[in-house]
């Protein structure tokens, strides 16, 4: 078991305003493992940046404790507060990098200078702050720009300066918050690719928010889906792929497989407009150990039921398949009853999307 390397209990954030309050987290709690790269996810305006900046507080929970690699930050209950002094506030938040969508880059300065400024309070001496911000471009392959300057770069080389940046001290925890929003598909891919390195070789815990599950799907173990301030369910990348049980959640996956979409445009066709009577639309979800040629042939061979396969997607995550299904399914009365039993029996999600009278 990993430990545990941030943990947030019960935390509320509440913003008072003149004429109303803004529960921007409502009773937030969130463990995060060493190693982790957890994905965040949730519209505008659900609470996911308000939520991480508590980690290292820059904003401060109404309510909740925050301890981090051991620490207590801080902690507020019923009468008491405790916090942590600022300057082990300051010692302690060298752990955690930050990377944002609009990079905050310095523009007068160049990209070598952006790295170094991270260093300004670090204990290195002159030479081997040098040697750091050499080998933190050499990391994000940057070396052939150090003297230019954010303006000269694209927006991919700029979010690739402000991982070097918040690299520089070396952190256990880096914050992405939308780091990848305002870049094309391609940069897009190319950053989360850097990310998973950072996490792959060295360790580098990871909180991913974002509002695009695609960037989720490739790169994070976990997922936590926020709303109106709060989680609304979290689990493993592949839990959550695989059952996602709040509509949110599954709007959330729609947007990386269009199978609704699909479904619908296949629904129109008229082979499924025209079911004959022993045949059913179906959908079928499965996961892991059964493949879609193995389900197709047992419910044949056992029940003399065929499937015509008019859709087929298969993903890897985490090195587990997901593959959904989309079928016309047909076979000798009460067979497509038993084929369908046998098939949930088999841990196969199924749903009948049109013919159930065939059943
Ligand atoms: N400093 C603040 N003062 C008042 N309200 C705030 C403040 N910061 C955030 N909010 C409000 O808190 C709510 C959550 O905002 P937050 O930025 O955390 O959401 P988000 O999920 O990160 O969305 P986005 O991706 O758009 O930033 C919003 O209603 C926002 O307007």
Same mark, same amino acid.
């Given at each position: ?7 947030l209990k019960n935390i509320d954030v509440s913003f008072v305003q003149k ?5 921007? /987290? %409502? ?26 900046? =508590?980690? *290292? ?14 620490? =207590? ?14 300057? !082990?506030?300051?010692?302690? $938040? $060298? ?15 160049? /990209?070598? +200078? *952006? ?8 204990? &290195? ?28 770069? @694209? ?19 880096? #914050? @992405? ?20 390195? &950072? *996490? ?18 490739a790169i994070a173990n976990k997922v936590a889906v926020m709303q109106d301030? %709060?989680?609304?369910?979290?689990? @493993? ?8 049980? +709040? ?10 497989? *269009?199978?609704? !979409?699909?479904?619908? /445009? ?6 499924? !407009? ?26 044949? $061979?056992?029940? !003399? ?8 997607? #298969? ?8 593959? @959904? ?35």
């Open positions: 078991m990993s430990e545990t390397i941030i943990s004429q109303r309050t803004i529960n921007a /987290v %409502q009773d937030v709690s969130l463990d995060v493992n060493a190693g982790d790269v957890y994905g965040i996810v949730g519209y505008s305006g659900a609470g996911k940046s308000t939520l991480v900046r =508590t980690i *290292n507080l820059l904003q401060e929970p109404t309510k909740g404790s925050v301890v981090v690699d051991g620490k =207590t930050f801080f902690n507020k209950g019923e009468g008491s507060t405790k916090r942590i002094g600022k300057g !082990q506030l300051r010692q302690e $938040r $060298r752990k955690i990098g930050m990377i944002f969508q609009h990079f905050n880059l310095l523009n007068e300065r160049t /990209v070598a +200078e *952006n790295v170094a400024f991270a260093l300004e309070h670090s204990p &290195l001496k002159e030479k081997e702050r040098d040697a750091k911000v050499k080998e933190l471009l050499a990391l994000v392959e940057l070396s052939d720009r150090a003297e230019q300057y954010p303006s000269q770069l @694209s927006g991919g080389q700029k979010q690739r300066v402000a991982i070097a940046r918040a690299l520089a001290n070396d952190p256990k925890i880096l #914050i @992405s918050d939308e780091a990848t929003s305002a870049l094309d598909p391609k940069t897009t891919n190319q950053i989360l690719e850097l990310l998973k390195k &950072l *996490n792959q070789e060295y360790g580098l815990t990871i909180l991913l928010i974002t509002h695009e599950m695609e960037a989720v799907k301030g %709060q989680i609304i369910e979290r689990g @493993s990348l592949l839990d959550i792929f695989a059952n996602p049980k +709040e509509t949110l959640t599954q709007e959330f996956i729609e947007t990386t497989t *269009n199978l609704n !979409q699909t479904i619908k /445009v296949i629904s129109e066709q008229p082979f499924v !407009q025209q079911l004959l009577p022993n045949e059913i639309f179906a959908r079928l979800d499965y996961t892991g150990k059964s493949t879609n040629k193995a389900l197709i042939a047992s419910i044949y $061979r056992e029940y !003399q039921v065929q499937a015509n396969i008019l859709y087929g997607n #298969i993903e890897v995550l985490q090195g587990n398949e997901v593959g @959904s299904l989309l079928v016309v399914l047909s076979g000798p009365a009460g067979n497509l009853q038993d084929a369908i039993a046998d098939l949930v029996q088999q841990g196969v999600g199924v749903e009948i999307l049109k013919g159930a009278k065939a059943l």
